[in-house]
């Protein structure tokens, strides 16, 4: 086996994270209302209610003509947007101080998201809103 099989590809290989990375592939958006809003509106949905985590970095948004929850969160450049349906979200936690809000999803591939949140009646109104997607799932499974 000739050497440069292997170190000609290993070395694009260098050269391409080297790239990316000189071009800004570690740059995360801020999220901000109005950023969620123009993304969701990107996206054909219209959100009735916002929450922008401290940090910037996640948002939760209620979908006004789908009757849904909404899941942000900075990826590079832009928004990454989930709708999860009630049978994708295995549990809720809320710890920490400030209160962390941390959603587990079903789906293995999906990692968890958290959201930090200083304003209790926020962090009450999503708390309500998961679990009741909770109880959904919980309902379709038993056929109730």
Request: aromatic share 6%.
């Amino acid at each position: 086996m000739d050497p440069t099989e292997f170190i000609l590809p290993l070395i694009g290989i260098a050269l391409i994270v080297l790239l990316v990375w000189l071009s800004g592939g570690q740059r995360t958006v801020t999220l901000t209302r109005e950023g969620v809003r123009e993304a969701l509106a990107a996206e054909g949905y219209e959100a009735a209610t916002v929450t922008v985590a401290d940090d910037g970095h996640t948002a939760l948004a209620w979908l006004e003509g789908r009757n849904a929850l909404a899941i942000l969160r900075s990826m590079g450049d832009h928004p990454a947007i989930l709708v999860p349906g009630p049978d994708d979200i295995r549990g809720i936690v809320i710890n920490g101080d400030p209160p962390r809000l941390q959603v587990r999803f079903r789906s293995y591939g999906q990692p968890p998201f958290a959201i930090a949140l200083n304003d209790p009646e926020s962090l009450d109104r999503w708390r309500k809103v998961l679990m009741l997607y909770g109880e959904l799932a919980t309902r379709r499974h038993t056929g109730s």
